[in-house]
Nanobody, 115 residues
C-alpha cells in the first residue's frame, strides 16, 4: 500500500518561503513520477509541479520561477521549495503519485500566505 505523508506547511507572510516535504512508503520510490497539487477554498485541485523518475520537471505557469520541485530517492522524499510566496498561493498542498494505474494522494498540508 502506497502512503504519502506531507509536511512543512504553515503560515508565512507574502514574499516569504516554505519548503514542503512528502515522504513515500510502500513503493519503489525511484520508479515513481511524483507531483504536487494544491486546492484553494472553493476551487478545484490544480497541478503545481511534477518531477519524473529521471528528474525532469514541469511547473504551472503561476508558480514557474518561484517554486522548485526536487527529489531524494535515498530518502524516498519529494520536496517543493516555494519562494516569493503570494496570498494566492494559499491552499492545501497535496503530494501525488500513480502506480499501476492507481492514483495516490497524501493527506495534504495547509499553506497560508498573509498579505
Amino acid at each position: 500500500q502506497v502512503q504519502l505523508v506531507e509536511s512543512g506547511g504553515g503560515l508565512v507572510q507574502a514574499g516569504g518561503f516554505l519548503r514542503l516535504s512528502c515522504a513515500a512508503s510502500g513503493t519503489t520510490f525511484s520508479r515513481n513520477n511524483m507531483g504536487w497539487y494544491r486546492q484553494a477554498p472553493g476551487k478545484q485541485r490544480e497541478l503545481v509541479a511534477t518531477i519524473s523518475t529521471l528528474g525532469s520537471t514541469k511547473y504551472a505557469a503561476s508558480v514557474k520561477g518561484r517554486f522548485g520541485i526536487s527529489r531524494d530517492n535515498a530518502k524516498n522524499t519529494v520536496y517543493l521549495q516555494m519562494n516569493s510566496l503570494k496570498p494566492e498561493d494559499t491552499a492545501v498542498y497535496y503530494c501525488n503519485t500513480e502506480l499501476f494505474a492507481r492514483v495516490y494522494w497524501g493527506q495534504g498540508t495547509q499553506v497560508t500566505v498573509s498579505s
